[in-house]
């Protein structure tokens, strides 16, 4: 790739991005006969003949990095989310070129813009890509020293609540008339049947966890309780041996349920529980150490739900150790209907207090969320299912997905694939006939598998490793 295209690409991708659109083909442009896929974001787009395609992706996060023919600039199209339900892709756009004219500009002491050197050249709004719409905006940026002057084109799409598809195009003034077709051309054959599919599978996916969530009754939630009381599990790395001494340890876990009552979270003697600490659940407890690379995390969580499900309240604390050094942080949610209310606490930051919007059908209680896959194994449909959920680790509520499997090739073993999230990888957790976990099978190679007390304390004394 040309080295100057390639700086731009770098410049381009690390910078806000948005989504174009366009409709007629310009005359005397050539495209591809074949389209070029982004299967991570669920679309495709044909690109001008002899441009040069780069594509990344992680997870759900994925950049595709185009160099357009004869050097005429650089376009990338990518993802991008947001924490915001409401946010349109016309306030994406305002968000990019305030953004553009800030970091190019003067403000004044209230952050009013004084001046800058980026002018908008064109906006269009109400632009079409299949069932999608958009904007589009087209920005110049004045030569500096040796530096040509530049134009940026952004366009941004909204896939779906929080998620937008965005096209950045990036080219030099004097290239901007040739550039500029083939770039909205491209942004034309935009592609998203696919991401109709998802989402007509996602639709499918929730409307069967809410047939899960109708049989999971209290009575069906109770016989969980009283089948797993409580479990002991181990995480390790299988060693090629076969031997468990030749096992890499990594941590182990407890995991207790029973019914129960929301004042058990309080802390409070029973006799001071107020009427709404009385209000019967079931509770899920957790108590794990993990570790790596010289570092120890203790965990203790704590997940209650009511029967009905309309309420719950869920604490975590975290201890991290590294040598004599300890620092600890805490979660506590709580919520009632579709209203939750979460506060984090970390060493040395204010407690920072949230309130995470449910979206829609298919909530999933944190306790609830504990027992799903053993919930999933005894209700015994394959398919897919999808739930939203809050997540510890994006602070947020997210889509959490099981796929449900009983390969005919080992009859009675069933499998459930879960991911909390689309940026986590899926862990496969393996039942056999009679609905008792085998293992569970990390992305890593690591492995969670049940273990007798007695048996792990054992093994991890002959190892050295700390119990307390």
């Known amino acids: 790739m040309h080295t100057r295209i390639l700086t731009l690409l770098v410049l381009l991708a690390a910078m806000t991005p948005a989504v174009i659109a366009a409709n007629a083909q310009p005359a005397q442009i050539t495209f591809d006969s074949t389209p070029t896929r982004l299967d991570a974001l669920g679309l495709s787009v044909i690109l001008p003949t002899g441009s040069q395609a780069e594509i990344s992706s992680f997870g759900s996060n994925a950049t595709m990095g185009v160099e357009l023919p004869q050097e005429l600039g650089v376009m990338v199209i990518k993802g991008q989310s947001s924490t915001n339900d409401s946010l349109t892709s016309g306030q994406v756009v ?101 991401l109709d599919n998802q989402a007509q599978k996602r639709a499918r996916a929730i409307k069967n966890s809410q047939r899960v969530m109708g049989w999971l009754t209290p009575e069906r939630l109770r016989e969980l309780a009283e089948r797993y009381p409580e479990r002991w599990e181990r995480l390790h790395t299988p060693a090629a041996s076969g031997d468990e001494m030749d096992d890499s340890e990594h941590g182990y876990r407890r995991i207790r349920v029973a019914p129960g009552m929301r004042g058990e979270l309080s802390g409070r003697p029973e006799g001071r529980w107020r009427p709404s600490d009385r209000v019967p659940g079931f509770i899920v ?47 506590a ?44 194994v005894r209700h015994g449909e394959p398919g897919s299912y999808a739930f939203y959920a809050y997540n510890t680790r ?3 509520i997210t889509l959490r997905t099981d796929e ?6 080992s009859p009675g073993l069933t499998v459930v694939r879960s ?40 093994l991890w004394q002959r190892k050295g490793l700390p119990l307390e």
């Open 94 to 194: 305002d968000s990019i070129i305030d953004q553009l004219r800030r970091s190019n500009g003067t403000e004044s002491f209230d952050g009013t813009i004084t001046s800058t050197s980026v002018t908008v050249i064109d906006r269009t709004r109400n632009l079409a890509a299949g069932t999608l719409r958009g904007e589009r905006v087209y920005l110049e940026f004045p030569a500096l020293r040796d530096k040509p002057a530049l134009v940026r084109g952004f366009t941004v799409f909204r896939v779906e609540p929080r998620k937008f598809v965005i096209f950045d195009l990036m080219t030099e003034l004097e290239h901007f008339a040739r550039a500029r077709p083939l770039y909205e051309t491209t942004v034309g054959t935009l592609d998203v049947s696919t």
């Open 285 to 331: 407890k957790l108590d794990a150490m993990a570790l790596d690379s010289g570092l120890r995390v203790d965990t203790r969580a704590v997940y209650f739900v009511s029967e009905d499900g309309q309420q719950e309240a869920w604490t975590v604390n975290m201890a991290l150790r590294q040598g004599e050094t300890s620092t600890e942080s805490s979660i």
């Open 333 to 376: 949610g709580a919520r009632s209907g579709t209203s939750m209310t979460v506060q984090l606490e970390q060493p040395g930051a204010t407690p920072q207090v949230t309130k995470p919007v449910i979206q829609g059908e298919g909530y999933l209680p944190q306790a609830i969320a504990q027992l799903m896959v053993p919930a999933l």
């Open 394 to 396: 994006t602070n947020s």
């Open 404 to 409: 449900v499997s009983m390969p005919e090739s």
């Open 419 to 458: 991911r909390p999230d689309a940026d986590t990888p899926a862990a496969a957790h393996f039942y056999n006939a009679k609905g008792d976990l085998i293992r569970t099978e990390l992305h890593n190679r690591r492995v969670w598998e049940p273990i007798q007390l007695d048996r792990l304390v054992r």
